[in-house]
Structures are given as C-alpha cells and as structure tokens.
C-alpha cells in the first residue's frame, strides 16, 4: 500500500470490477447505456465511465441503479469496496467522493488555479514541477484522474459550482504566456456554463476574508455540508458544523468582497488582451 504522501492513491482494480457488475446487470435487464441513463437520471457518458472503471459511482447512483435494475444489493455491496484509479491522492479521495454527490460547490483559491479549471497545459505545468519528481506514469494517471473530475462540470447541470480565485493566480504567467492565454480562453469559456460562476479577488483588495488559506465547502443532496483544508503533503475532511459554519462566513464575505462574475469576466479579457 502506498503512503499518503506519495500523492498517489493504491492500485485498484475495484473499479473496473463494480463495472462489469453493473454492465451485467443492466444487461440482464434488456437496457442500453443510452435507454439506462435517463432512468437513474444521469447522462449516458457517466454510465459508460462507471461502466469502463473510469469513475467512482455516487452513491445516490448506485442506490437508483439498485433500484432500476433488481440487482439484490449487489451493486450497493460492490460499491462499498470501489476506491479511485491511480491519480487522486489518497487523502482526497474521500472529498472527491462527495463531490460527485454536491448540488453545490464552493471554492475559494489563492494559490493557483482550482483542479476543476486548470487545462491539461496548466496541470502538466504544475506536475513537472512537483517534488519529489513524478514520472512521466505519474504525470499522466494525475492528468487523467484532473480531467475526469473536471467532467463534474458539464455533466453535473443542476450542480452551482462557485469559485473565487486571486487575481494574481491568473497574472502569474504559469507555464508561459501561452499557457496562461490558453487558461484564460478556458476560464471565460467555463464561465458561460449556467452553473459556474467565477470572481476574481483584485489585488487591490490588500485584506480580505480568505487571508488564512484556501477553502473548499460543499452540499451534498441530502443538504449535508462539508469543508475541506489541504496543505503541504496533507489534506483535512471537516465535518464538524461549528467549523463548517466559520468558513461559511468567510466565503460569504469573499463572495461581497470580490468582483462580480460579470467584472470579473472583463477583467479576464483585459488581461487576455494585454498578452
């Protein structure tokens, strides 16, 4: 088994397992991946990445599979014992978890861009430049595991996605000025998505309520909050409701003292412009 510390989860083949038991199931029940989707209300790609052991099945979708498809709580059995591909570190997991269950997400960033956001060219960027060095392996499973969390995104419509990020992050020409155009075309495109909204935290705003670190909370769909801290090597699952409630404050505050989605948009173009 691999230290936390690695930043890589152990090897599992779990996934892959509680895929083919599902395929077999839905199978079974005369079903298509596309005539299933609908039925368990999630899009025909999310049953084919469960299906394949490419994602982590939600817990509320292993509940509505188990009751579509008959399956005697196999399906709810087999789920207990899924854990992620190689990619996501093992303290994150838990977190990456729920977030396939919030019908609401709150990030707020000032050290660099939010994993949701990031291009391929931005993450590679940041995992070149990780110590301990990562092999190229290593590289490519984090890659991977980044782009399949950020279908959360799109395939997640009813989700309000929130980020706040400091105006620096963009600004700081991560990777080159290639790189940091290509991310600011992605922003401003994410951004027209109904369920993301983004503000930039101007760097004329010398004292704000985010100054003790970054701040991740979410809701899941049984309006359940949780709050998430990572630092350097580490990362902390809160559950506690007098701490979620204090970062609570603190990204309402945020909220009122960053620019709007609209301001911050136009600042994003300026900043595009002057590359």
């Not at 991946?33 to 049953?47: D, K």
């Not at 704000?208 to 979410?218: D, E, M, T, V, Y």
Request: negative net charge; aromatic residues 8%.
């Amino acid at each position: 088994m691999t230290n936390s510390t690695t930043n890589e989860p152990e090897p599992s083949d779990s996934l892959k397992t509680f895929g083919l038991v599902h395929k077999a199931f839905r199978k079974r029940a005369g079903l298509t991946q596309e005539e299933f989707a609908p039925l368990v209300r999630y899009q025909p790609s999310t049953v084919a990445s469960i299906e394949q052991g490419r994602r982590l099945p939600p817990r509320v979708y292993v509940e509505r599979a188990e009751e579509v498809l008959d399956a005697f709580g196999v399906l709810r059995a087999a789920a207990k014992y899924a854990t992620r591909e190689p990619g996501l570190a093992s303290w994150f997991r838990k977190w990456a978890d729920l977030e396939e269950q919030a019908i609401s997400l709150y990030t707020f960033e000032n050290r660099l861009v939010p994993g949701l956001l990031q291009t391929e060219a931005y993450a590679r960027t940041l995992f070149n430049a990780r110590l301990p060095v990562l092999t190229d392996a290593q590289i490519e499973a984090q890659l991977a595991a980044r782009a399949d969390r950020q279908r959360l995104l799109t395939e997640m419509p009813n989700t309000a996605f929130s980020f706040i990020v400091e105006e620096h992050i963009v600004k700081r020409g991560t990777g080159g000025t290639d790189v940091t155009r290509e991310l600011i075309d992605h922003l401003l495109a994410v951004t027209e998505l109904r369920n993301v909204e983004l503000q930039l935290m101007p760097e004329t705003r010398h004292i704000h309520a985010g100054l003790n670190g970054p701040i991740q909370l979410l809701e899941t769909s049984d309006n359940d909050w949780f709050g998430y801290c990572e630092g350097q090597e580490s990362g902390q699952l809160i559950v506690s409701p007098k701490t979620v409630s204090v970062l609570h404050m603190r990204y309402a505050k945020l909220r009122s003292q960053a620019l709007t989605p609209d301001d911050s948009r136009s600042l994003l173009e300026r900043t595009r412009g002057a590359l």
